[in-house]
T-cell receptor
Framework: ETGVTQTPRHLVMGMTNKKSLKCEQH?????MYWYKQSAKKPLELMFV???????ENNSVPSRFSPECPNSSHLFLHLHTLQPEDSALYLC?????????????FGAGTRLSVL | GQNIDQPTEMTATEGAIVQINCTYQ??????LFWYQQHAGEAPTFLSY??LDGLEEKGRFSSFLSRSKGYSYLLLKELQMKDSASYLC??????????WGAGTKLIIKP
């Protein structure tokens, strides 16, 4: 257990569906992140939130919409996805955005877009 | 562009020692991280290096040479449970974490 919980663990959706991924951290951290992990590729940072405010959006398509209602919860709302969006989506948190801060990851949501 | 290179896959024998290399070219340097990721699980933190030299933590050690843009993770007394992917990541001058694609380590009996 890393203290970061992601649900669901697996998700299959059609291109016209709308779904949401949920992340909850029990570590008292102030920064939260969404990453995309595709096979044999480096982790791609998608969004960063610090004290509930979005500080980073790495040119992510608008079909991905993040939401951070408080420092413990992070959502990723999905709509009209493409098959190439199939990947493992990882959530992480850190105490703050300082360079030496360790990021703690959830186990991810394995997303398949049909 | 920014780049992190690590071998795609390595194989080692139980009880042996293995060294996983990571070379990087980034805009600035503010520390290097190693993570372990078992299949289907969360990446977990192993080590952090910001100064040159060797950091030892039990069976795992991590080395950094900033002048060479080079790090390695050394795993001793390998156990079957060490079979996993090992991710190298560098924090650049903008404090972004730049990730390598990971090295899949296979341990054979």
């Amino acid at each position: 257990e890393t203290g970061v919980t992601q649900t669901p663990r697996h998700l299959v959706m059609g291109m016209t569906n709308k779904k949401s991924l949920k992340c909850e951290q029990h570590l008292g951290h102030n920064a939260m992140y969404w990453y995309k992990q595709s096979a044999k590729k480096p982790l791609e940072l998608m969004f960063v939130y610090n004290f509930k405010e979005q500080t980073e959006n790495n040119s992510v398509p608008s079909r991905f919409s993040p939401e951070c209602p408080n420092s413990s919860h992070l959502f990723l709302h999905l709509h009209t996805l493409q098959p190439e969006d199939s990947a493992l989506y990882l959530c992480a948190s850190s105490q703050e955005l300082a360079p030496q801060n360790i990021q703690y990851f959830g186990a991810g949501t394995r997303l398949s877009v049909l | 562009g920014q780049n992190i290179d690590q071998p795609t896959e390595m194989t080692a024998t139980e009880g042996a020692i293995v060294q996983i290399n990571c070379t990087y070219q980034t805009s600035g340097f503010n520390g290097l991280f190693w993570y372990q990721q078992h299949a289907g699980e969360a990446p977990t933190f192993l080590s952090y290096n910001v100064l040159d030299g060797l950091e030892e933590k039990g069976r795992f050690s991590s080395f950094l040479s900033r002048s060479k843009g080079y790090s390695y993770l050394l795993l001793k007394e390998l156990q079957m449970k060490d079979s996993a992917s090992y991710l190298c990541a560098v924090r650049d001058s903008n404090y972004q974490l730049i990730w390598g694609a990971g090295t899949k380590l296979i341990i054979k009996p």
